[in-house]
Nanobody, 124 residues
């Protein structure tokens, strides 16, 4: 069994920063690809950033230059800077076993394991 637990969300003013963390436990794998998604009510879950087990990364257009994804063993991080009100969402950690080093899909169905999410609210 796999468990992903996110933390680090909260309320921040526009222009501020937050660092999200996701800790994985249970049957974890060193060859997971992992990702951060976000979702607002009434909209589909969207990819924010993803990282292969080898460290290759991918960002959404809105995250490029402001967010940074990183991983350390069973921990996944998302450093978010220059936050905007439109970044307000529930942020989810996701993982999927994948030994490939160049495949970083956008679709949520490409990930088997999900956390419960952490709320990020950016005030204007």
């Amino acid at each position: 069994q796999v468990r992903l637990v996110e933390s680090g969300g909260g309320l921040v003013q526009a222009g501020g920063s937050l660092r999200l963390a996701c800790v994985a436990s249970g049957r974890t794998s060193s060859t997971w690809r992992m990702a951060w998604y976000r979702q607002v009510p009434g909209k589909q879950r969207e990819l924010v950033a993803a990282i292969t087990w080898g460290g290759r990364t991918k960002y959404s257009d809105s995250a490029k230059g402001r967010f940074a994804i990183s991983r350390d063993n069973n921990l996944l991080y998302l450093a978010m800077n220059s936050l905007k009100p439109e970044d307000t969402a529930v942020y989810f950690c996701a993982a999927h076993e994948d030994i490939r080093t160049d495949y970083l899909p956008r679709e949520p169905y490409e990930y088997d394991y999900w956390g419960q999410g952490t709320q990020v609210t950016v005030s204007s």
